[in-house]
């Protein structure tokens, strides 16, 4: 990446309220951990503050020139990772549906096989030496991102007697401010473990659910090498007031 943005912003006016009926309950015994971390308490709601609303959320000038790449960000020269190669893309948008310009996009997930890179990792599929699992991108003026990657495997996990994680990746997103920050994860389009996830099932709302899969793009799929998958991700909106010189509000 060679333009260089700058980490101040404007203040972006406050922030709605969010919508809890698409968020699964805290406590969801089927998915084990939300047993030990779900608060045993009520939550207690606070209003925006200021540092909220116009404190710089990241580092804009910390992204390096393959950090959207998955294919090669981690590979030897001259080397590729292993798998389906994909491109996941779509636009960033707040409530009211306009872009969100500039918002870090950061990802991670599992190798081709279902692996992550992790210390910790417990299921016994290969490393990929030339896959690293992580990258990071800026959206544009229009709040347009894209990446290439490989496609995650599934992978089994220590939950039930014989439970599988959908492939998947997990998004992160900073978008003008800390309260428009958004961790979620993706799926795919036809995915026969979609339904039997016991993470997914914590969605309460099936609309949701199906807001969480990407569809296969084949419109934007390049012939013999990358298949496409469209993924629009929409972050918390703002209180749009008119100003006499942006007609077109916030």
Known sequence: MTERLSNSRAEAAAFMERDFSQHP??????????????PKQALISFS???????????????????DNDLIVNYAKPGEEA?????VVHGHVLDQNAKPVP???????????????????????????PNFGGFGRTLTDEDGYYWFRTI???PYPW????????PAHIHFSLFGSGF?????SQ?????????????IVNTVPDKAAIERLVARLDMNNTIPMDLRAYRFDIVLRGRRSTFFENRPEGN
């Not at 925006?48 to 393959?66: R, V, Y």
């Not at 220590?158 to 994680?165: A, F, H, L, V």
């Not at 309260?179 to 961790?183: D, F, G, S």
């Not at 993706?186 to 016991?198: A, N, R, S, V, W």
Request: hydrophobic share 35%; glycine share 12%.
């Open 25 to 38: 309950p805290a406590f969801t015994p089927g998915y084990k951990s939300s047993t030990l971390r779900a």
């Open 48 to 66: 925006s503050t200021l540092s909220e609303k116009t404190g710089p959320a990241f580092g804009h000038n910390m992204l390096g020139e393959l």
């Open 82 to 86: 292993i798998g389906q190669r994909i």
């Open 102 to 128: 500039n918002a870090l996009v950061e990802f991670w997930q599992a190798n081709a096989g279902g692996r992550y890179r992790h210390k910790r990792e417990g299921y016994r599929a290969p490393l990929d």
């Open 151 to 153: 496609k995650p495997g």
């Open 158 to 165: 220590p939950n039930g007697i014989n439970d599988w994680r």
């Open 179 to 183: 309260a428009q920050r958004l961790i």
């Open 186 to 198: 993706m799926y795919f389009e036809g995915d026969p473990l979609i339904p039997l996830c016991p």
